[in-house]
């Protein structure tokens, strides 16, 4: 089945530095998804990428879509206290369902 | 409030109960998916509808887990004989299928297995 892995797990960052996390899909992907969730909170939608090699900013916020439509990154740019969640990378198969990855909870230390 | 509604918002029960949670789409929204989560973990795909059609379901759903949208617009998951192992939060979300496909969450219903 279709499985999103994300990495890393877990990321520590002091305020102000910067924040990569990494998404790998083990099939090719129509579209990719962001989302953010805080802590007690529910996924919130934060960009969609569709085509090979996309890239998209958000203010401080990069999304990157590979070029084989397989893997994605978002990258932070000088991380705040606001930016404290995790970010969940979702794939859209061939299938049309919506599969989540692993997450990547961001602790960002004032 | 327009966006999507779960209730109930927590849910107790002892072990082999049934359980029946609601889900209210965003109205014009025609996909609709299900979603569990437990701590530390992302959204488990469990199955999703294209308006009142079940297109998918987990492989990893058993048997004692069923899903309607009867009419297309609100959605029961429902959790037989429940187990200790079926604690977690149960997710909904909507979107429409039209490219633009971002998925709108609700808030979840939490469900404790005692």
């Known amino acids: 089945g279709q499985q999103v892995m994300q990495i890393p797990q877990y990321q520590h960052v002091q305020e102000g530095e910067d924040f990569t996390t990494y998404c790998n899909s083990s099939t090719t992907l129509s579209n990719i998804q962001w989302y953010k969730q805080r802590p007690g909170g529910h996924p919130v939608f934060l960009i969609q990428?569709?085509?090979?090699?996309e890239v998209k900013k958000q203010k401080r916020l990069t999304f990157q879509f590979g070029e084989a439509k397989k893997n994605s990154s978002l990258h932070i740019t000088a991380t705040q206290t606001t930016d404290v969640g995790t970010y969940f990378c979702a794939g859209q198969g061939g299938a049309n369902n919506l599969f989540f990855g692993t997450g990547t909870r961001l602790t960002v230390i004032p | 409030d327009t966006g999507v509604s779960q209730n109930p918002r927590h849910k107790i029960t002892k072990r082999g109960q049934n359980v029946t949670f609601r889900c209210d789409p965003i109205s014009e929204h025609n996909r609709l998916y299900w979603y569990r989560q437990t701590l530390g973990q992302g959204p488990e795909f469990l199955t999703y509808f294209q308006n009142e059609a079940q297109l998918e379901k987990s492989r990893l759903l058993s048997d004692r887990f069923s899903a309607e949208r009867p009419k297309g617009s609100f959605s029961t998951l429902e959790i037989q004989r429940t187990e200790q192992g079926d604690s977690a939060m149960y997710l909904c979300?909507?979107?429409?299928?039209?490219?633009?496909?971002?998925?709108?969450f609700g808030q979840g219903t939490r469900l404790t297995v005692v």
């Open positions: 979300a909507s979107s429409l299928w039209s490219g633009r496909t971002e998925a709108f």
């Open positions: 990428l569709v085509k090979s090699g």
